[in-house]
């Protein structure tokens, strides 16, 4: 399987309940913060729900 970097860009701040917790289930907790994951299709859909707040790079 692939891997997927994934930056944390925006704050958190004024988020949805649902976008904050899915930004501390895939381990992001402060701005800037890089963490990698296997790419599966759990973690494309938390990608895809907080793509405004975050980059992802393709490993």
């Known amino acids: ?33 890089v963490v990698e994951h296997e790419s599966t299709p759990q973690i494309e859909g938390m990608i895809r729900k907080i793509q405004h707040l975050v980059v992802v790079e393709r490993a």
């Open 1 to 33: 399987m692939s891997k997927v970097k994934v930056k944390q860009t925006r704050s958190a701040i004024n988020r949805d309940k649902s976008q904050k917790a899915t930004l501390v289930a895939l381990g992001l907790k402060k701005l800037n913060q």
